[in-house]
């Protein structure tokens, strides 16, 4: 005699099972974690609507004025200082992600590596990752001014009286050399995970054919170790774009060092205009969401074409 249980829809071959009320354990698990995404949605969005919207109005210092519409976007699009720092921007991020690139795969290979006190040089690298950013900036400025002068004093061939923050194009250097030294570390711990998971087989493999130590780094690390790569790249860059710790530490984005979230941060603070920080926020926004997409759309293809090779 049927029953009511027997009236149950079975549950289709390698699919979810359905439960009593007939919802399959996917569609349980979407219930329960929608509040949770809903609530995260709400609260990232909201900051970024209200921003947008705020970009339409014009601003007497902290006095709402009229309706602008796009009259802010045409302002900032027009001004030199905000073209200024979107260039020194990319200059940060271009020099200090490829730096970091080619030392974190150094500090990568030296840490996979089995030897006597591994554990404790894996420590030692990733020291500077975990000192909080805005201590790092301090220090280095320390060690970067005139006096106490530290850099100065370490280099035989830098004057005494040598100011690097205080000159244009090496007060850049002090901070991509600053960002350099403490997030190389984390790129090489993406790195390392992406080592780990490769097969020391591939290796062994490799030294029967008779390929050398830079042919099994070029024909074996390299390729199997792309996901990693682009995942690390696309992590850094979207970082570096949004700037603004050490050079506000630093330099005080003085001498080429204003990049766009040190320009915000100016209407905000210092000269506070809430329409045209705002404007300048979206267009951050959107240039780092371009730049992200950008990255994302040809990692995937770069993925895609090496799976399928």
């Known amino acids: 005699m049927a029953t009511a249980t027997d009236a149950r829809p079975a549950a289709a071959p390698g699919g979810p099972r359905p439960n009593r009320n007939g919802i399959s354990e996917r569609g349980l698990a979407r219930l329960f974690i929608s509040p949770s995404i809903t609530a995260m949605a709400i609260v990232a969005l909201f900051p970024i609507l209200y921003a947008v919207v705020l970009s339409f109005y ?3 210092g902290l006095q709402q004025g009229g309706f602008t519409a796009l009259g802010n976007y045409v302002d900032a699009l027009t001004d030199g200082r905000f073209w200024d720092s979107v260039i020194a921007t990319f200059v940060f991020t271009v020099f200090s992600v490829t730096f970091e690139f080619l030392i974190g795969m150094g500090f990568a290979l030296i840490m996979h590596q089995a030897f006597v006190g591994r554990g404790v040089a894996r420590a030692t690298i990733l020291i500077p990752w975990v000192i909080p ?4 900036a301090q220090m280095w400025r320390y060690m970067f001014e005139v006096t106490p002068g530290f850099i100065n004093w370490a280099l035989p061939f830098v004057p005494d009286d040598f100011n690097w923050l205080g000159s244009s194009g090496w007060a850049m250097f002090t901070i991509i050399f600053a960002d350099v030294w403490k997030t190389a570390p984390f790129v090489a711990l993406l790195l390392l995970a992406g080592l780990q998971t490769i097969p020391e087989e591939v290796y062994e ?3 029967v ?3 050398s130590a830079w042919q099994r780094f070029t024909r074996i690390t390299l390729p199997l170790l ?3 790569i682009l995942v690390a790249m696309l992590f850094r860059t979207t970082d570096a774009l949004r700037i603004y710790d050490l050079p506000a530490v ?4 003085a001498f080429g060092t204003e990049t766009l979230s040190v320009l915000v941060q100016d209407f905000v603070i210092a000269t506070p205009n ?3 920080a705002s404007t300048l926020s979206v267009l951050t926004f959107i240039l780092v969401l371009g730049v992200g997409v950008l990255l994302v759309s040809v990692l995937g293809k770069e993925l895609v074409l090496g799976d399928e090779a």
């Open 226 to 228: 792309r996901p990693a």
């Open 133 to 136: 950013t805005v201590i790092a």
């Open 274 to 276: 809430p329409g045209f």
């Open 209 to 211: 054919d008779g390929a």
């Open 58 to 60: 014009e601003y007497v």
């Open 205 to 207: 493999a490799g030294r």
């Open 250 to 253: 630093m330099t005080r984005g």
